[in-house]
């Protein structure tokens, strides 16, 4: 859909709700096929991560993946018509709100669940703190492009996670209340290491960096996810505020993985990593369920 300027105009002109249906078509119809590989290891880690579920039932949540990917992108064309409270509840505002309005700089840590991309435009525009995203860009360039331009519109600035980026992050967490949004299960080396399901994994990629950049700034960390209730409607999910200056290391990433790992597996039906984690590989298969 990014790559196809035609079809990305034609959802912008799309009423959003309809928008949102189409892609979600397009996913499971057209899409799905064609990712025969990263079908087949959505199940096996389905399968691990959910085996009180009936092979029908696991099957049911692995399209409602699809359709969520499908319906995802594109609604990227229609970001800033979704940024309202019609379109996303969030689960007791005001403690949300409070959480905003607090002082220092905070980095909020979230996984592909539900709307992403969604969940940074919506936190963009429920502050005023000064926004900055962190992103991998596709390989491909036009795709790339188009993705840039369409977060930029939503995300503030936006950069990739190359080249200078850690000073550039460095220098914006100095900004009076700065805020930055990482999303820590992207997937490195063939493999995604965060959440760990009870893999013994070390803090890793955008998580490591992320509790670095906590200690050097003070940032607090705020754990948060989106997740679609109907349609292109959703429910945001927040977890209080986790400080460097009184927990450690280790008891903090324990509490983002706790509450990450669980919305994971609860809504694996909109989880896109679950396709690029590979749990069945040596030294990274989880124990007996349950994890948390």
């Known amino acids: 859909m990014l790559s196809n300027p035609f079809l990305f105009a034609l959802l912008r002109l799309l009423p959003a709700g309809i928008a949102s249906w189409l892609g979600g078509w397009l996913s499971v119809t057209f899409a799905r096929p064609r990712m025969k590989l990263r079908d087949a290891r959505a199940r096996a880690n389905l399968a691990l991560l959910r085996p009180d579920l009936s092979v029908e039932e696991r099957e049911a949540i692995l399209t409602r993946?699809?359709?969520?990917?499908?319906?995802?992108?594109?609604?990227?064309?229609?970001?800033?018509?979704?940024?309202?409270?019609?379109?996303?509840?969030?689960?007791?505002?005001?403690?949300?709100?409070a959480i905003l309005d607090m002082p220092g700089p905070m980095i909020f840590l979230t996984t592909h669940?539900?709307?992403?991309?969604?969940?940074?435009?919506?936190?963009?525009?429920?502050?005023?703190?000064?926004?900055?995203?962190?992103?991998?860009?596709?390989?491909?360039?036009?795709?790339?492009?188009?993705?840039?331009?369409?977060?930029?519109?939503?995300?503030?600035?936006?950069?990739?996670?190359?080249g200078g980026a850690a000073r550039g992050i460095v220098r914006h967490l100095t900004k009076d209340r700065a805020m930055l949004y990482i999303l820590v299960d992207e997937r490195r080396e063939a493999q995604v290491w965060f959440p760990r399901f009870g893999r013994d994994l070390p803090p890793s990629g955008n998580l490591s960096v992320a509790l670095r950049l906590a200690r050097k700034s003070g940032a607090r960390f705020t754990p948060f996810y989106l997740t679609?209730?109907?349609?292109?409607?959703?429910?945001?999910?927040?977890?209080?505020?986790?400080?460097?200056?009184?927990?450690?290391?280790?008891?903090?990433?324990?509490?983002?993985?706790?509450?990450?790992?669980?919305?994971?597996?609860?809504?694996?039906?909109?989880?896109?990593?679950?396709?690029?984690?590979?749990?069945?590989?040596?030294?990274?298969?989880?124990?007996?369920?349950?994890?948390?």
């Open 65 to 97: 993946r699809w359709e969520n990917i499908g319906r995802t992108l594109a609604e990227l064309a229609n970001i800033d018509r979704l940024v309202s409270p019609r379109h996303v509840r969030v689960h007791d505002a005001a403690g949300y709100q």
């Open 113 to 162: 669940i539900g709307n992403w991309d969604l969940m940074a435009a919506h936190l963009k525009a429920a502050t005023d703190r000064p926004p900055l995203g962190v992103y991998d860009p596709p390989d491909n360039p036009k795709i790339a492009a188009q993705l840039k331009r369409a977060r930029q519109s939503y995300m503030g600035e936006a950069i990739t996670g190359s």
């Open 228 to 292: 679609r209730t109907n349609g292109p409607h959703f429910d945001l999910h927040w977890h209080p505020p986790l400080d460097p200056a009184r927990m450690s290391d280790i008891e903090m990433v324990a509490a983002i993985d706790t509450f990450l790992a669980r919305a994971c597996i609860d809504h694996a039906d909109e989880w896109l990593a679950l396709h690029d984690m590979d749990l069945t590989s040596p030294g990274h298969a989880p124990p007996t369920p349950p994890f948390m």
